[in-house]
């Protein structure tokens, strides 16, 4: 689907551009402001609660950054105080999904570290221990899947809006180190 469209969205682009009113950079901030707006709340954690660690099936060897409580909580690590550029994905990850899929009542978590040897399937941004693999999907998974990619790509276009990214890349000659002056990781330059 993405190579028949050649990574072009337009829908996802217009809701990040309406969101994000096609300003770049985003500070912290500003993302703090959009999620208020929009009538998100930002809770801090130090450690996940238990409950919300077995409702989910998160491993202990990874380490949740943040998650999206249906229908308006967004929880966020208080690691991520220390990694602003990771802060501003996570954040617009999930306005992007709260935007998207109008809190429809999935928990979105977005996790970092490693997995464990046994086998671990993705679902709904989430890792479930001791799924075994199959040749049948589920079009449960296949939903949850399109959502943390639009989800994604969404959280690109609010951190780099196609338009100023473009024009700033043609002034710096399309160098990688661009996303410095962004304050966005690497990753998130180079995808978009």
């Known amino acids: 689907?993405?190579?028949?469209?050649q990574n072009h969205f337009p829908d996802l682009?217009?809701?990040a551009e309406e969101v994000g009113l096609k300003k770049m950079p985003l500070s912290v901030?500003?993302?703090?402001?959009?999620?208020?707006?929009?009538g998100l709340t930002i809770k801090w954690f130090t450690r996940m609660p238990e409950s919300v660690k077995d409702e989910l099936g998160v491993n202990s060897r990874s380490l949740v950054t943040s998650f999206y409580d249906p229908p308006n909580a967004i929880h966020l690590n208080t690691l991520l105080k220390n990694f602003?550029?990771?802060l501003k994905y996570d954040l617009a990850?999930?306005?992007g999904h709260s935007v998207l899929h109008n809190r429809d009542g999935i928990k979105s978590v977005l996790i970092t570290g490693k997995?464990?040897?046994q086998a671990m399937l993705n679902t709904g941004g989430y890792a479930v221990e001791g799924t075994q693999h199959s040749s049948t999907v589920n079009a449960q998974d296949i939903l949850h899947a399109w959502h943390d990619f639009e989800s994604s790509?969404?959280?690109?276009a609010l951190l780099?809006?196609?338009v100023p990214f473009r024009q700033l890349l043609d002034r710096q000659g399309y160098e990688v180190s661009v996303h410095e002056s962004l304050g966005v990781s690497a990753s998130v330059a180079m995808r978009r």
């Open 84 to 86: 602003p550029k990771r």
């Open 29 to 38: 901030e500003e993302l703090m402001a959009i999620s208020k707006n929009l």
């Open 93 to 95: 990850v999930h306005i």
């Open 115 to 117: 997995t464990p040897n």
């Open 153 to 156: 790509f969404f959280a690109g």
């Open 160 to 162: 780099c809006p196609k």
């Open 1 to 5: 689907h993405q190579e028949h469209h």
């Open 13 to 15: 682009e217009r809701a």
